[in-house]
């Protein structure tokens, strides 16, 4: 369990982080959703001990984060946004170098294991330059796995990655979860947040503004949209409650209409007035 209380980061004239407050549960992905700048990834330093708070705690497994950083070390892996993979070297030689650096235990077979479930067994001996960005991706997700972390935290996994890469990381992130193991991620991208999370905390300037199931948020603001074009060429969205609702407030329109199931973006435009970009 993440437990975290009043968090705040501050840097020069902008605060980062506002007084965060929320619980992760053991064993759940949990998604941290905003558009750049909301706070996803200092708040992901902030657990994974790269940055200190100005005031509030984080404990991780009963553990604070600020006092016991080594102990909490132990308990995470992380996958970074920038991609720090030693590209001359293979994905293999990768794994090992930094095994070893982790003193993690019976090295030869957790890389194996770990390459196999990324899907990267048959490019192991291969060098890490000649790989995709999605391929890169997916070895920074099993580099962070070797020392069998109880967290795993993924900052905006898979930024840059074209849609059809883009699930094919989700399939791999949704393999991360074995052994009850809880995964925290960052993303802008709504249907990721959707796809994967079991709760997403929306962020907007360093406050948290909602907390809840994707399929609970969505529902507390409509379930369906009506979008048309008004008379001085605006978009117009109009929320409704039921499919019914939605189509008696489309008869009343005289542009064309379109009626969508609502997103988490929606959540967010309620909550703010901005878009997640």
Request: glycine residues 8%; charged residues 30%.
């Amino acid at each position: 369990m993440i437990e975290i209380s009043g968090l705040t980061k501050t840097y020069g004239n902008i605060r980062a982080v506002d007084n965060l407050s929320l619980t992760i549960k053991s064993g759940e992905v949990f998604g941290l959703l905003g558009p750049n700048g909301a706070g996803k990834t200092t708040t992901i330093k902030l657990l994974t001990t790269l940055s200190r708070p100005d005031s509030g705690s984080c404990r991780i497994d009963a553990v604070d984060v600020g006092k016991n950083s080594f102990e909490i070390k132990k308990k995470i892996g992380v996958v970074p946004q920038e991609n720090n993979l030693d590209r001359d070297i293979t994905a293999q030689e990768n794994l090992q170098i930094y095994g070893m650096l982790h003193r993690v235990s019976d090295r030869e077979r957790k890389i194996s294991e770990a390459l196999k479930m990324v899907g990267l067994w048959d490019r192991k001996d291969s060098v890490v330059s000649g790989f995709s960005g999605g391929m890169q991706r997916r070895l920074l997700i099993a580099r962070a796995l070797l020392p069998e972390p109880s967290v795993l935290f993924l900052d905006e996994p898979s930024i840059g990655l074209d849609p059809q890469i883009r699930r094919q990381m989700w399939d791999v992130i949704r393999k991360t979860r074995i052994d009850g193991r809880t995964v925290v991620i960052t993303t802008h991208y709504i249907e990721e947040a959707e796809a994967l999370c079991d709760r997403v905390c929306i962020l907007s300037k360093g406050r948290l503004i909602a907390l809840d199931s994707p399929s609970n948020l969505k529902s507390s603001v409509g379930e369906y949209i009506v979008e048309f074009i008004d008379a001085e060429g605006r978009l117009v969205q109009d929320i409704c409650k039921s499919r019914e609702e939605a189509h008696e407030m489309a008869k009343q329109k005289k542009s064309s209409v379109t009626i969508r199931k609502s997103n988490l973006e929606d959540v967010f435009i309620k909550l703010t007035g901005g878009r997640i970009e």
